[in-house]
């Protein structure tokens, strides 16, 4: 498997249930020195740099953001619109 250098989610490191974040080392397709050798992971998706231009949002838009799409017919603009209307990490609005 093909997978790009960088941090992901991954589950089952150290024998625990939880999504905790590791690096995978693709120069050397293998996993930081966290997760020993043979241990059964579930790797997730990659975490995005802070420079790249990603947003976590909703799966499914939230009214605000849905109210927010109606202001333009250009997609471009809805967009963004929607986009910036989407609840922040850390807001106050995570279920």
């Known amino acids: 498997m093909s997978r790009?250098?960088?941090w992901y989610w991954v589950k089952g490191m150290l024998g625990c249930d939880d999504?905790?974040?590791?690096?995978w080392d693709s120069r050397l397709a293998r996993w930081d020195s966290l997760i020993p050798d043979g241990d059964e992971i579930k790797a997730g998706p990659r975490i995005p740099t802070p420079?790249?231009?990603w947003?976590?949002?909703p799966?499914?838009?939230t009214g605000e953001m849905l109210d927010a799409?109606?202001?333009s017919s250009n997609i471009y603009f809805k967009w963004r619109d929607m986009l910036a209307a989407a609840p922040k990490?850390?807001?106050g609005d995570e279920p």
């Open 89 to 91: 990490p850390g807001g």
């Open 51 to 53: 420079g790249e231009p």
């Open 55 to 57: 947003q976590c949002v």
């Open 4 to 6: 790009q250098a960088g």
């Open 19 to 23: 999504w905790s974040p590791s690096y």
């Open 59 to 61: 799966v499914e838009p």
């Open 69 to 71: 799409g109606k202001a």
